[in-house]
């Protein structure tokens, strides 16, 4: 075989491998919707915020103790600090890829302040290895660079945001504190096609008892053709998928009849922006 024969045939090989490469990143397999490129699949990467954001009022947030179950890789939590003014926000993932993935997030737009504020300066986050405890460990020394004549925004989202690794349906350790607002968006099929119906009782039983009274609890739940769509995605997901009896569109009434929230609003029609698949209803109880 002559040079430029083995010459095109390495480059046809490599070509195929890549290929390969990328349908096994398409077939990335995440049972639990801990997609990690969600908020790209879900906005796109031309939106710098959020749309859901148009429709979430101030006063949900402001001056809060809020948890943000299932929060990925943390942007929308970090938006919502940065917009709303939170007094602390906690960010809850079963995947521990995806709150390292939050903590980068925060390093990041630290990173990017900091070079906005002082050009030319390098963030000392910078150089965290990347594990929790140390983005933690760096969170806490750039907090004591912070100047005392910064905005309140700036400060705010460096003493408030936190993110933890939790399977949050089936931890079972007494709550530590309770929350003014809970939101939990998109998440609710992951749940409830992983644990079945119970599961879905579980997870809306224990926001009930971690809101304060009078508190609000935003709820983003996916369609039933979403289920269908993803059901095949583990053996577990297959099995629970025949047995549920609770859809989407009885979410609602068993929040209020059953778990026991006295009002409900809904601003699904508000909300613009999202890509085709996720234009999904936002719901709103009080506790």
């Known amino acids: 075989m002559c040079s430029k024969q083995k010459e095109k045939k390495g480059g046809e090989e490599r070509e195929q491998q890549h290929v390969q490469n990328k349908s096994k990143k398409r077939k990335e397999i995440c049972p639990y919707g801990n997609y990690k490129h969600y908020y790209g699949y879900r906005i796109g990467q031309e939106l710098e915020e959020d749309p859901r954001l148009k429709v979430f009022k101030k006063e949900w947030f402001q001056g809060k103790d809020c948890l943000d179950i299932g929060c990925n890789s943390g942007i929308m939590t970090i938006q919502i600090a940065k917009k709303f003014c939170c007094q602390s926000i906690l960010g809850v993932d079963i995947d521990a890829n995806r709150i390292q993935d939050a903590y980068w997030h925060i390093r990041k737009f630290l990173k990017m302040e900091d070079a906005r504020k002082v050009p030319g300066k390098s963030s000392k986050l910078e150089d965290a290895n990347g594990s929790e405890s140390s983005i933690k460990g760096s969170l806490k020394e750039e907090r004591k660079e912070i100047p005392r004549n910064c905005c309140a925004e700036e400060k705010n989202l460096l003493?408030?945001?936190?993110?933890?690794?939790?399977?949050?349906?089936?931890?079972?350790?007494?709550?530590?504190?309770?929350?003014?607002?809970?939101?939990?968006?998109?998440?609710?099929k992951w749940i409830h096609?992983?644990?079945?119906?119970?599961?879905l009782i579980a997870l809306f039983t224990k926001v009930w008892r971690l809101l304060n009274p009078g508190g609000i609890f935003v709820l983003e739940p996916q369609?039933?053709?979403?289920?269908?769509?993803?059901?095949?995605?583990?053996?577990?997901?297959?099995?629970?998928?025949?047995?549920?009896?609770?859809?989407?569109?009885?979410?609602?009434?068993?929040?209020?009849?059953?778990?026991?929230?006295?009002?409900?609003?809904?601003?699904?029609?508000?909300v613009s922006g999202s890509k085709t698949g996720f234009n999904r209803p936002i719901l709103v109880f009080r506790k």
Do not use: A, M
């Not at 096609?193 to 599961?199: F, P």
């Open 193 to 199: 096609l992983n644990w079945g119906d119970d599961g």
């Open 159 to 188: 003493d408030i945001v936190s993110f933890q690794k939790e399977d949050f349906v089936n931890t079972r350790d007494p709550p530590k504190k309770h929350y003014d607002t809970i939101i939990c968006l998109s998440v609710t």
């Open 223 to 270: 369609p039933w053709k979403s289920y269908e769509n993803n059901y095949k995605v583990s053996e577990t997901t297959r099995t629970n998928y025949k047995n549920l009896k609770f859809h989407p569109e009885y979410f609602q009434d068993l929040l209020l009849d059953r778990i026991g929230f006295k009002t409900v609003e809904n601003v699904t029609s508000s």
